[in-house]
């Protein structure tokens, strides 16, 4: 049963989420605890003792964990939250239907929270909402606005002591910020104020489908900020009504980056951005490498004009944003000068904006990539080896693992190997490894002065740590 909640019944009854340490999960569950709900929750993750840290930091904020065995169910006044592709079988489900509780889904409990604030914002696209979420959430900070941010990475900006895993913040002024999810077909329940559309390409879904929810996307808030970078963007925001255009090389960018100006370092990058609307110019900084960051930027800059924040307040608080967890994070650099990125690149767009940024400074780079999931490799697994054999070059190499799997019953028939197959087919070089723990080894025998280690995969917290192990071995 789903039960939507208004603004005035979230702290009234209790609620459960199953797979609380999630990515989308936990900075929801974060929001309601934040206003004052009662919280509980299981995660398959903490039963198997992975990320001890982060469900340690749950229970120091206050949520109470259990086993994902049911025994967190015990009363029909509990709403529970679980994914939508959870299997009927799993415990928690079973006893919440033995009880009567209502359930929701994760996209159905954010969108109520979402569409219930005076002023949302709202951010979609194939690749960068995290990052520009993250942005645009330091910005309204800045900006005195006091937002609520609900994203699916950590936001440094936000880390404490108190709250190491900063996927949400609670504020309460009137504008709620979040990324909003194409992959699922959710993002058709929210009716913000103002979407930022960053791009369109290939993921979890055809792009016929992709076209349809992001053109709708658009044409559900009053304000939209659009990258014309991006073909499929650009065309979708034909004829809709106030869009603020954006990007670094479109003449149609009413925001856009002065010709010339971009100074792209190793870890930094600097440019100006023009308001083509008035003619003023204003000096950007980000202390994060790559012209996919600059474009992040300006979509959060966009994004921030279009919800009344002027344009030189959002460049200046940009000044000082920290980056995401995750996100082109370099772990460090051993004393033979080997440098360890962790980075959560899992779809073509993805992984391509992170390989462009490595290769545009000098060094071999040994990307590793653990796929999330068999499924999606199925979907997008010739685009993402044609990504590694193109943008890789011949004194590189691509190391891949097996699929994470967690369990259920998803068809596990075509692997890594086949992507290893179809990037030697395309002249790019790279391994199957099926382990990631003998993937490590390799990869330690490997390294060398100057190479740029790259972690690449999602849906897995423990790829940090295998970032960090292997930055511990290089020592």
Partial sequence: MTSTPSPTDLTTHPWFFCGIGGSGMLPLASILKGVGAEVAGSDRSF????????????ERQGFRLFPQDGSGIVSANQTLVASAAIEDTVPEVVRAGQLGCPRMTRAELLSALFNAAPFGIAVGGTSGKSTVTGMLGWIM???GRDPTIMNGAVMKNFVSPDVPFASARV???DVFVSEVDESDGSIALYRP?????????LDHKSMEELRVLFRDFIGAAPHAAVNVDDEEARTLAQGAADVLPFGIDSPDALLGIEPGSIADGPTAISATVIDRRDGAQHALR????GRHNLANALAAVAGAAAAG????QAVEALDSFAGMARRFDIVGTSPAGTTVIDDFGHNPEKCAATLRTLKSHPGRVIAFFQPHGYGPLRQMGHELAEVFADLLGPEDITILCDPVYFGGTVDRSEGSERIVRLIEQSGGKAEHVPSREECGNRIVALARSGDRIVVMGARDDTLTQFAKGILARLD
């Fill in 47 to 58: 039963d198997q003792g992975r990320t001890p840290e982060k469900f340690a930091a749950l």
């Fill in 141 to 143: 900070h800045a900006a």
């Fill in 171 to 173: 504020g309460k002024g």
């Fill in 193 to 201: 104020a103002v979407s930022v559309l960053l791009n369109v390409s």
């Fill in 286 to 289: 980000l202390t994060m490498p």
């Fill in 309 to 312: 924040v002027p344009v030189n």
